[in-house]
């Protein structure tokens, strides 16, 4: 199954419960779907080159692979190799806070994998223009009266917050924060590089407080 969410990126393959959360929202929005995925008749090829859109925007493409940079092997894990072209070489691992997100690359694509948002792509203008969120109602790892908010920021932006005024967690570009079920923001905000102010929407559902979600997700 693949939803949008409300920043045009596609969750892929993720935990029954964070799928149906994000099509909560998606459906509130009502997007059309992007990146155009491949299948198992008609793969994308994989990408045999990092794309240099996304080595200049995001560090954290720029260090060098380590052991621990690998993607773990998980049978409830989307297809990324064949739906977006995905090249296990470009893999890098984020830690923010107690969450290690997988940021990797494919053919045009860009992809987090992670256990509180599944697995989330979207193309790569997308995401070096910092439009890169997803939002989880319910799902593993996402405590009780929270909401996960997870996505990639470009190395320019500076001063991420989101309307409430709180900080947004960010660590090696990638972004994981759990905000508040009941009071949710609206928008995540940052400064560009030439001093300009992005906004970019949640769409966090009003009735997102009355979504019921089963134990542990």
Do not use: W
């Amino acid at each position: 199954m693949t939803t949008m969410t409300r920043t045009r990126a596609t969750v892929v393959g993720a935990s029954t419960a964070v799928v149906v959360a994000v099509a909560v929202a998606a459906s509130a929005i009502g997007q059309s779907a992007e990146p155009t995925a491949g299948s198992a008749k008609n793969p994308k090829p994989r990408a045999e080159t990092l794309d240099a859109r996304l080595v200049e925007s995001f560090g954290v493409f720029r260090r060098s692979k380590t052991p621990a940079d690998k993607i773990p092997t998980d049978k409830s894990a989307g297809p990324l190799d064949r739906n977006h072209g995905i090249n296990p070489e470009f893999s890098r691992r984020a830690q923010v806070g107690a969450e290690s997100v997988y940021v990797t690359a494919g053919n045009g694509d860009v992809c987090l994998r992670s256990r509180v948002g599944g697995d989330l792509c979207t193309t790569v203008p997308t995401a070096v223009g910092g439009e890169m969120l997803s939002v989880g109602i319910c799902g593993a790892g996402i405590p009780a009266g929270r909401i996960s908010v997870t996505g990639l920021v470009p190395d320019e932006a500076t001063d991420v917050r989101f309307d409430d005024g709180s900080k947004a967690p960010v660590a090696d570009n990638v972004l994981v924060a759990m905000v508040d079920k009941n009071a949710p923001p609206n928008a995540l905000s940052f400064r560009r590089a030439d001093g300009s102010q992005a906004s970019i929407p949640l769409g966090i559902p009003p009735d997102a407080a009355k979504a019921a979600c089963s134990p542990g997700g």
